[in-house]
């Protein structure tokens, strides 16, 4: 049977991505969309979960129905089998942020010692971590502290006993309680990977609860020695973000300058390229070009847009499309979420792809080995590269879509509570607390994470937005999410003509006493590591009205998921007592223990997420379906808090 191919407006809702794939398919250079048709139909055995590939009798497969085999030749069932996949994907999602976590943490100490040429930018955060943990900060100097600090952190992938110290940095004690209760508390997060890698091989954990309490504390894992130690130790050395503008879409590619592009997560390299590109901008101006733009794609631009306004040109699903504009000269990537199409891309121009981890690198690219200590040698290397492609780039094949979209950043929690300080100096939150307890914020939702070539790319994430603005409900946003809702509108002042008048007159409120119109209905709070700041955000307003982070009228939802990072910051939020909304389904449905323990339908399961710590995950693949399903949940929880729930909310 042929396989159907979607249209191209089927494949994106970014008009400017649609030009560049009609451009793709007349040069027959194929992309990621291309593959997602091509590769139709999924397996049904991978999509339930019910695979299991861990030793060399397999790969067994559990039949969907009661007809086949039941259990693997070594009597493993479908429940152990969908429950140990998981543990695999969340433990695989978790694992880049604990080593971007630690990257940074070395980064940092590296920094502090003079090995390294960066400057702790933000000193005040780094007291203010290092009064959290406990650390001496009285007439210390701000390197003695920042190598304290690093060191604090790097403690966290050492300890064989105890806790992290960035759970107790960070989380509620009555949280933190409970998950030492349950016994899923993590004690350093390289241990836990170990561990959980440990309990997966064939043989050792066949308890289908058990393996649900590992993924439990991957999510913790996740969230405490990845996420949060990251934004933390960056905000330290590159400095905390505040109000910024920048513009979206991939016109931000310039015709008349030398473009680089970066891509994948680290910010650590891409500042010292946006600082490079600045010294030797002049030489690109001899060449004939206005000079070098910086664009980001995926989650290193949106760290350069959160504290420096660089202009982001696309996210995980187009990423190739920069490519075929024909005006990228060089596009570097450092890890995770880069698409090893690139190259095959890459060669059709002038391009040079080029790789610069040790660990990540794409076959048949250039690489340029980035090291924190030669960040300076590296940089310049990069831009001179670029300068000398510019010299190749073939003016016949170059086509950018003459579409931008200016949006706001730079959302941290210290730059909301600046915001908010601007309408009650001694206690900033109570403005947006009085508002969420009258119902004019009846609640607030964070769209986060990816876009996926089998989607129809950014209309997920937009659509679901859109209806739980007309609700009253107040968006935040990170990762590929984030620049779904740029794209479209949702992070500038005018965005606030989706919501209904309670909330548009909140923001308008909170905006003009900021020099702005309006704030924008959709908050960009940073990378896909930023989902830190959320947490940093409920912990704030649950630790101010005096609840649980579980009680508080809010959810997460990835509408367009598609990568195992996504489902472990799930799970990290899942463990919070927040509700996570996906729609894409994670591979579970080929058991009932672990759908049940999840989706909080009890059935005859002993125990759930719900019961737990008040928290579903939730699959509805529609968005307009999906947000109703999370207004009802935030109605529920609105309450049983006693909170009046406005007859517009429903
Ligand atoms: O870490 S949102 S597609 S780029 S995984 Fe990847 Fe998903 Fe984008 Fe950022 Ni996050």
Redesign the pocket.
């Given at each position: 049977m042929a396989t159907k191919l979607r249209s191209i407006e089927e494949r994106t809702a970014d008009t400017g991505v649609q030009q560049m794939l009609r451009k793709a398919q007349a040069e027959r250079i194929e992309t990621a969309f291309d593959r997602a048709d091509l590769l139709e139909p999924r397996c049904k055995f991978g999509l339930a979960g019910v695979c299991c590939k861990r030793c060399l009798e397999g790969p067994c497969r559990i039949s969907l129905t009661a007809n086949g085999p039941q259990r693997g030749v070594c009597g493993a069932t479908a429940d152990q089998i969908v429950a140990r996949n998981l543990l695999t994907l969340v433990t695989e999602g978790a694992v880049p942020h604990v080593e971007h976590a630690r990257e940074v943490a070395l980064t940092l100490l590296e920094a502090s010692e003079g090995k390294a040429p960066f400057e702790i930018k933000d000193p005040d955060k780094l007291i203010r971590i290092a009064q959290g943990l406990g650390l001496t900060v009285d007439g210390k100097e701000v390197n003695e502290l920042g190598k304290e600090v690093a060191l604090a952190a790097l403690s966290d992938f050492q300890r064989q006993y105890g806790t992290l110290e960035w759970m107790k940095l960070k989380g509620i004690d009555s949280s933190i309680e409970k998950w030492n209760n349950l016994g899923i508390s993590p004690v350093n997060g390289h241990l836990e990977i170990a561990k959980a890698v440990n309990r997966q091989a064939m043989g050792v954990d066949a308890d289908p609860v058990n393996l649900i309490k590992g993924i439990l504390t991957m999510g913790l894992v996740d969230g405490y020695s990845g996420l949060h130690i990251a934004t933390d130790l960056q905000d330290i050395l590159f400095g905390t973000p505040e109000l910024v503008k920048a513009e979206y879409r991939l016109g931000v590619i310039k015709e008349d300058y030398v473009n680089i592009a970066v891509h994948g997560?680290m910010p650590i390299m891409a500042e010292k390229v946006v600082e490079w590109a600045e010294k030797v901008e002049e030489e690109a101006i001899q060449l004939g070009a206005k000079g070098i733009n910086i664009v980001g794609i995926?989650?290193t631009a949106n760290e350069l847009l959160m504290r420096k306004g660089i202009s982001v040109a696309t996210?995980?699903a187009s990423q190739e499309l920069a490519i075929v504009t024909g005006a990228l000269d060089v596009l570097i990537t450092d890890v995770?979420?880069i698409m090893p199409g690139l190259k095959q891309v890459a060669d059709c121009y002038h391009t040079e792809l080029i790789s610069t981890i040790p660990y990540a690198k794409v076959e048949g690219a250039s690489y340029v080995e980035f090291t924190p200590e030669k960040a300076d040698e590296f940089a310049q290397e990069i831009v001179l590269r670029a300068l000398s492609r510019y010299k190749m780039r073939d003016s016949s094949k170059v086509e950018i879509p003459n579409e931008r979209v200016e949006a706001y950043a730079g959302f941290s929690v210290e730059q909301i509570v600046a915001a908010l300080k601007k309408l009650d100096q001694e206690d900033p939150l109570k403005p947006l607390v009085d508002n969420i307890v009258s119902g004019n914020v009846l609640g607030a939702v964070a769209i986060v994470?990816?876009?996926s070539p089998r989607l129809k790319q950014d209309w997920y994430n937009v659509e679901l937005a859109k209806h739980l603005l007309k609700h009253n409900v107040l968006i935040v946003g990170t990762?590929?999410?984030a620049h779904s809702l740029a794209k479209f509108g949702l992070m500038a002042p005018s965005g606030r003509e989706y919501c209904a008048p309670e909330l548009k007159a909140v923001l308008e409120a909170i905006g003009q006493a900021n020099g702005l119109e309006s704030l924008p209905p959709a908050l960009h709070m940073g990378?896909?590591v930023d989902n830190s700041r959320i947490d940093d955000l409920l912990v704030a307003l649950a630790k101010r009205i005096g609840v649980g982070v579980g009680q508080l009228p809010v959810a997460g939802s990835c509408p367009e998921t598609?990568?195992p990072?996504?489902l472990a910051i799930g799970t990290f939020f899942l463990n919070q007592g927040v509700d996570v909304h996906i729609g894409v389904p994670a591979p579970i449905e080929g058991s009932s223990v672990v759908s049940k323990a999840l989706f909080s339908n009890k059935g005859d399961f002993p125990v759930t997420t719900d019961e737990l710590f008040g928290s579903k995950l939730i699959y509805e693949p529609d968005p307009i379906k999906a947000a109703d399903i999370l207004l009802e949940r935030i109605i529920q929880k609105r309450e049983a808090l006693g909170l009046p729930v406005p007859a517009f909310a429903h």
């Open positions: 997560h995926c989650c996210n995980y995770q979420c994470g990816c876009t990762g590929c999410s990378s896909c598609h990568s990072k996504a």
